[in-house]
């Protein structure tokens, strides 16, 4: 089984700072990656599919890069209501895995 | 408006049962693969169980496997998870999700619920 792992678990930033938060496969999972924002309280909601798939209505200071093993989710500019949790997700023969999750606060 | 709403959530003792529904609109339900995705207290999400659009294709997580059933009724728009011999660790908070490709398989949920919860404890 592909396990994902996520760094850091958690990180707090101020403001406007530019944030990176890296999710690493075990093994090659080319672009079959996906990143969710959860924030408290609430449901997940798809930010980028692919890898680096913005989804529709999703901030541009929001990013995502990588394939095989490496994968990378960048806020440009962090903003306060970008406070929440991401998790990183694999997708193949047809189930899921998701990542540990980060913490961002400001 | 696409929108997902779960119930049937509650308390249940260590090896009972429950079946969880989610009621599906705004959107041609028979074209997308539907999902579980549980969320333990304080805990990551972990995907639970997926079904294909027309209910000849399921699969689960290892740790339901033999122990739960994901089912959907079309006509209905409705999907539904029926949860037999749980356990203290299937506790949480059980949303349901829509994979985010129409007519096909995509692997990103797009559309989510606001989840169900499910405490198995005597």
């Known amino acids: 089984d592909i396990q994902m792992t996520q760094s850091p678990s958690s990180l707090s930033a101020s403001v406007g700072d530019r944030v990176t938060i890296t999710c690493q496969a075990s093994?090659?999972?080319?672009?079959?990656l996906n990143w969710y924002q959860q924030k408290p309280g609430k449901a997940p909601k798809l930010l980028i599919s692919?890898?680096?798939n913005l989804q529709t209505g999703v901030p541009s200071r929001f990013s995502g890069g990588g394939s095989g093993t490496n994968f990378t989710l960048s806020i440009s500019s962090l903003q306060p209501e970008d406070v929440a949790t991401y998790y990183c997700?694999?997708?193949?023969?047809?189930?899921?895995?998701f990542g540990p999750g980060t913490k961002v606060e400001i | 408006e696409v929108q997902l709403e779960e119930s049937g959530g509650g308390l249940v003792q260590p090896g009972g049962s429950l079946r969880l529904s989610c009621a599906a609109s705004?959107?041609?339900?028979?074209?997308?693969?539907m999902s579980w995705v549980r969320q333990a207290p304080g805990k990551g999400l972990e995907w639970v169980a997926n079904i294909k659009q027309d209910g000849s294709e399921k699969y689960y997580v290892d740790s339901v496997k033999g122990r739960f059933t994901i089912s959907r009724d079309n006509a209905k728009n409705s999907l539904s998870l029926q949860m037999y011999r749980l356990r203290a660790e299937d506790t949480a908070l059980y949303y349901c999700a829509r994979d985010a490709g129409s007519g096909s398989y995509y692997g990103a949920l797009d559309y989510w619920g606001q989840g169900t919860l499910v405490t198995v404890s005597s």
């Open positions: 093994q090659d999972i080319s672009n079959y």
């Open positions: 705004g959107f041609t339900f028979s074209n997308y693969w």
């Open positions: 997700q694999h997708y193949d023969n047809l189930s899921f895995t």
């Open positions: 692919d890898a680096s």
